[in-house]
């Protein structure tokens, strides 16, 4: 086979969805730290099934139609930051095989390297040994392969995959903490399986099943025994002169959506107030700008252009511009000034930030993380010009970008990584500040927290000196396990030393698994044993986690 069809891409698609599903459960137990929340195998399974939902009712005689619903599906399902990567691939690929009639060798290879650059750029800081390293890898020696006659699909795919379980299982050389956990990576091991699935679903073959002895390196870096540290319009003083308005229509086949996005980065050199939006059908664009001729001759080579409009704002359009922002300005009188939206896990955290004027709860957090869309739609239903977002989770954070990019209204991400850093966030919050302001403070607000958790372990490992057996009572803070027994009271008091230090308050935040007067006793513990400190004690209702532990 040289090439296939849209209809075998489709069946392909569905090979990948489903051994992400069958292989669920073994992916998220690559996580590196031996707690309830290894995830990444569901984030990219929910991922991929919204993908296939989407698609379901396409006509996969057309591919460039199939890869864009797939890619949109994708994105309304993506979970997590594996979920979000992963949609940022399937992206790359709805942009390379965009008014394809079907996939050759080399038609895939460049959709693997869109994929991959797409992928790259969505992330702030990408870092090797990650998922991303595993696709980059693919692409390359897909483009390599791409080169050679003769060569069938199936085996291009093959070799292919052969790449990405290679550079996989050197993944631990890259980031030692992977190392130290004993596993390759996770999001890297799911982008193999859903390749997998897809060249068992062209050959016919089964669904592969992972063989648990691959996830772990398949030797030991070396020094992999060392302890591991873990680790971002003013009218009279007006810019741009003339409001340039038109159409393109009758775009060039050749013209993909990728075009369209550099069209829209170049308008934003030459101008300001920019809006390019419509599809590879029509394009609506309004730029104000000293050169609209400019903007004419790069709108030209997507199309033909109708409907054009340049007025200059300073003579003649002040009225009508004065109208639009009337307009505007009143509809935002319709919206609220401000927001607040917290993603949280427990009937107790979702008190306390409503308690603390959030608006908008998201069931959320370690073991199951809100897809960017989830976060959009919490966003909309606050009906609010400026919107504060707490992902309260450093897996949730790159979703909650994302979403900011999709909504309508000023949205804040503040990078809050735990729910005690949200909640440091909330109660700063002020309706007096300004947006900025209320940023800053939110923002700076939990930089000196120091907070922990207590859980119980689902695998056993040895890990910064701590050899942990399944069932354990452990305590993490600063991402390294501080403390580990039996006894949930021991362990907490253990892991509390090792943030209570200088601080004036330690709160707890007890679990669904706690009762009140378990918790009550610990708080007594405490208040014994550090009588300068202030104990509190709230009922959070959080799963798998006894107790979270801040400490300001």
């Not at 300001?272 to 599809?279: E, F, H």
């Not at 979403?403 to 804040?412: I, M, S, Y």
Request: charged content about 25%; overall charge negative; some cysteine.
């Amino acid at each position: 086979m040289n090439v296939i069809d849209g209809y075998t891409y489709k069946n392909m698609l569905a090979g990948g969805a489903k051994a992400l599903e069958i292989n669920r459960p073994v992916i998220d137990e690559l996580n590196v730290f031996p707690v309830p929340d290894g995830d990444t195998g569901t984030n990219m399974s929910l991922t991929m099934a919204a993908a296939m939902r989407e698609i379901a009712p396409v006509d996969a005689g057309d591919i460039g139609e199939l890869a864009l619903a797939f890619s949109k599906g994708a994105l309304k399902g993506a979970r997590g930051n594996s979920g979000v990567i992963l949609s940022q691939i399937v992206k790359g690929f709805a942009v390379a095989l965009d008014a394809k009639e079907s996939v050759d060798r080399k038609t895939f290879a460049a959709a693997l390297k869109c994929g991959t650059e797409i992928a790259y750029g969505a992330v702030t800081k990408p870092k090797e040994g990650t998922i991303l390293t595993v696709v980059r890898v693919m692409a390359e020696t897909a483009a390599s392969l791409a080169k050679k006659r003769g060569m069938e699909f199936e085996d291009f795919l093959a070799e292919v995959i052969k790449a990405g379980e290679a550079i996989l299982q050197k993944t631990p050389e890259m980031l030692p903490v992977l190392a130290k956990a004993g596993v390759v990576d996770a999001g890297g091991r799911g982008l193999v399986t859903v390749m997998q699935g897809m060249y068992a679903a062209l050959t016919g073959g089964e669904i592969p099943v992972i063989d648990p002895a691959k996830t772990a390196p398949a030797e030991q870096p070396a020094g992999g025994s060392k302890e591991f540290v873990s680790l971002d319009n003013d009218y009279e003083n007006i810019t741009f002169q003339y409001c340039t308005e038109f159409f393109i229509t009758h775009l060039k086949t050749a013209v993909t959506e990728s075009d369209i996005d550099k069209y829209r980065d170049y308008l934003m050199t030459i101008g300001d107030c920019v809006l390019v939006i419509g599809d590879l059908d029509l394009v609506k664009t309004h730029v104000h700008t000293n050169d609209p001729d400019r903007a004419l001759k790069a709108a030209l080579k997507l199309g033909e252009l109708d409907s054009i409009k340049i007025e200059n704002m300073m003579e003649q359009h002040r009225k009508i511009v004065g109208e639009r922002e009337g307009a505007a300005e009143k509809q935002k009188k319709e919206l609220k000034p401000y927001a607040m939206v917290a993603v949280c896990a427990g009937d107790g955290m979702r008190a306390i930030f409503k308690d603390l004027a959030v608006d908008v709860t998201i069931e959320g957090g370690q073991t199951m993380n809100p897809s960017v869309y989830d976060i959009l739609g919490a966003i909309n239903s606050t009906k609010a010009k400026d919107v504060f977002v707490l992902p309260n989770n450093s897996n949730i954070i790159l979703a909650a970008q994302q979403a900011k990019e999709l909504a309508d209204v000023n949205v804040h991400v503040i990078p809050t990584t735990c729910m005690p850093e949200g909640i440091a966030a909330a109660i700063v919050f002020s309706p007096e500040m300004s947006p900025e302001e209320n940023y800053s403070a939110m923002s700076a607000s939990f930089t000196e927290l120091k907070t922990a958790e207590v859980t119980h372990a689902v695998r056993s490992t040895r890990m910064n000196g701590f050899s942990v057996k399944e069932g354990d009572v452990i305590g993490i803070a600063d991402k390294k396990i501080v403390a580990k027994s039996a006894s949930v009271s021991e362990t907490t008091l253990e892991t509390a030393a090792k943030i209570a230090g200088d601080a004036e308050m330690l709160t707890l935040y007890y679990g669904a698994d706690v009762e009140a007067s378990d918790a009550e006793r610990m708080a007594a513990k405490l208040e014994e044993r550090y009588p300068d400190l202030e104990i509190a004690a709230y009922y959070g209702g959080q799963p798998h986690y006894y107790y979270i532990i801040s400490a300001e």
